[in-house]
């Protein structure tokens, strides 16, 4: 069971799929993402990007924390409907676009989060398209597999990397 973390949406239930085709950031490793971004920002009115959405916890979880508007992008984007839809958000703090996140390069953002699938590779072609996703000062939030040896490019500095179990984050701001 997924709930959400905190703010206005605190305890609500999330849509995931029932199978394993999805995996869902577990709990502790959501809320050290988000409360390492709000250690850095305040969430009023930011432009958020869950890439790679899924279920869109992230995205949610910022629009709960006060983010003015979340945009989430996945190939498949029936729970992120259903969510959104179950929570009643408003179209206006939501844009669901059904596209690979490695080839989404619509922003900018002010924070950014993804969560590929492990094993693809995919944070480091998202990591490629990062000057139509974002611009100076935006915060990526990103997750994979703790055995995952992520590039850097040299646009970005690290604030935080912290292994959880079988996942890592990195929390990376945009020069």
């Not at 059904?98 to 969560?115: C, E, L, M, N, R």
């Not at 480091?124 to 590039?151: F, H, P, Q």
Request: include cysteine.
């Amino acid at each position: 069971m997924l709930k959400i973390t905190s703010g206005i949406y605190k305890g609500k239930q999330l849509e995931t799929a029932d199978d394993l085709s999805v995996r869902p950031t577990k709990s502790r490793t959501r809320m050290a993402m988000l409360n390492s971004v709000e250690s850095r920002l305040r969430w009023q009115n930011m432009k958020v990007a869950d890439l790679c959405c899924g279920s869109g916890a992230f995205g949610i979880e910022a629009l709960s924390r006060g983010a003015g508007h979340s945009t989430f992008i996945d190939i498949n984007t029936t729970h992120i409907k259903n969510n959104v839809r179950k929570f009643g958000i408003e179209t206006a703090q939501a844009t669901i676009i059904q596209q690979s996140a490695s080839t989404y390069t619509s922003g900018p953002f002010d924070v950014i989060f993804a969560d590929p699938p492990y094993g693809e590779n995919l944070l480091d072609k998202i990591l490629n398209n990062s000057g139509s996703l974002g611009e100076k000062g935006t915060l990526w939030a990103l997750e994979e597999s703790n055995t995952y040896d992520l590039k850097i490019p040299e646009s970005f500095t690290l604030h935080k990397h912290k292994k959880f179990g079988k996942s890592a984050f990195w929390l990376l701001e945009q020069l």
